[in-house]
């Protein structure tokens, strides 16, 4: 997750990191293995129990276009990140969210003015907020 003053702002900040974000959930990649040979051993489980929109996610986690699109990652102004959260909780059914700010190689000072953002502008208006 990321906030910032405006959309377009938070968007220069986590575009690029975005993408590498997710790199953690990988099993360490063999000396002999391609990036792609490591995503596809990664889905393989997904792919031998039919989960497709798991498969799909997973082979996107590194694409910062498909993040944005599918709202994997909340990125935007305090309201545009609120309207995220309440939307996704709306489909979800979840009235309790945890989220990572400190994520890839994210600067400190953004990081906390994210952190303050979310603070100020995105929790008064969940604070009401009833999914259910």
Not at 35 to 60: A, C
Request: no cysteine; aromatic share 12%; hydrophobic share 40%.
């Amino acid at each position: 997750m990321y906030v910032d003053e405006t959309d377009e702002r938070a968007m220069q900040v986590a575009r690029n990191r975005a993408a590498k974000a997710y790199q953690g959930f990988l099993p360490p990649q063999r000396e002999d293995e391609s990036f792609e040979e490591l995503l596809e051993r990664y889905t393989e489980p997904y792919k031998k129990r039919g989960d497709l929109k798991s498969i799909e996610t997973r082979l996107n986690l590194f694409n910062a276009d498909y993040i944005f699109e599918n709202q994997v990652m909340f990125v935007g102004s305090p309201d545009t990140v609120a309207q995220q959260i309440m939307s996704a909780s709306k489909i979800g059914l979840f009235n309790t969210f945890m989220g990572e700010f400190n994520f890839a190689d994210l600067p400190e000072k953004d990081l906390m003015r994210s952190i303050r953002l979310f603070a100020e502008g995105v929790i008064p208006v969940l604070r009401s907020f009833e999914p259910y």
